[in-house]
């Protein structure tokens, strides 16, 4: 029997409202509640490592996945606060709660997704094809220049943590996309979100056209 690759370990949680981290993504954090400034001032002295995990806007539940994140900067501010910027790694799902005070520790397990079974480049072209067309439109909506970043992440993989932590307002659907365990369902998925909006948009932009001929 093979051993198992499921690597466990015990890891500060920070759960947010309706946020959601995804790896290799930045993400800036203000600290201010006490029990994070212990917290913060903690991981600060060990590996710099803290668990994000969404809390559900409707049920008010803590996922059960998150992502992993670094401190890569922070800055201390009067009274103990600082402003930190972390940097996505790796997702994991809590086994169990450690402690609940003066913060959250979960005994984790890291997970990653499965080896890909197709060959992702031609769902990889599309959506970002899709997410240029998005832009094209989005710009011709509001008269504004709007470029996708030089840097856009070339592996699949990663170009599908890009696209699901651009989606703005959806955390939930965010939250889906993170525990999906298929790079190729995750782009598949993105598709789809993308196509929606790309429709929605040139739908949009034949309105404005036509109202622009009449007058």
């Known amino acids: ?18 946020v959601v981290l995804f790896p290799t993504r930045p993400l800036p954090l203000h600290i201010f509640e006490y029990r994070y400034r212990i917290m913060m001032n903690t991981v600060l002295e060990s590996d710099r490592r803290f668990g994000v995990l969404m809390i559900d806007p409707v049920k008010g539940k803590i996922a ?11 800055q201390r501010l009067p009274d103990d606060r600082m402003h930190v910027v972390t940097l ?8 169990e709660y450690v ?3 003066p913060y959250r520790v979960g005994l984790v397990e890291w997970i990653e997704d499965e080896p ?9 072209t599309d959506v970002e094809q899709l997410l240029r067309d998005v832009v094209r439109l989005s710009a011709k909506l509001t008269d504004k220049s709007i470029e996708l970043p030089e840097d ?6 990663e170009l599908s943590y890009w696209v699901a932590h651009n989606l703005h307002g959806v955390p939930l659907e965010q939250q889906a996309l993170l525990e999906m365990r298929s790079t190729a369902t995750r782009l598949e998925r993105e598709a789809e979100i993308l196509t929606s909006t ?16 009449k007058l």
């Open 88 to 95: 996505g790694q790796q997702r994991f799902r809590v086994l």
């Open 116 to 124: 890909p079974t197709k060959d992702l480049e031609p769902i990889a």
């Open 152 to 157: 856009l992440p070339n592996l699949a993989v």
């Open 1 to 18: 029997m093979a051993s198992s690759k499921i690597a466990v370990c015990e890891l500060p949680l920070f759960p947010l409202p309706e």
């Open 99 to 101: 402690r609940e005070k």
């Open 198 to 213: 790309r429709n929605h948009l040139a739908a949009r932009t034949v309105l404005k056209d036509t109202f622009n001929q």
């Open 64 to 74: 059960d996945v998150g992502c992993c994140a670094e401190i890569v900067h922070h």
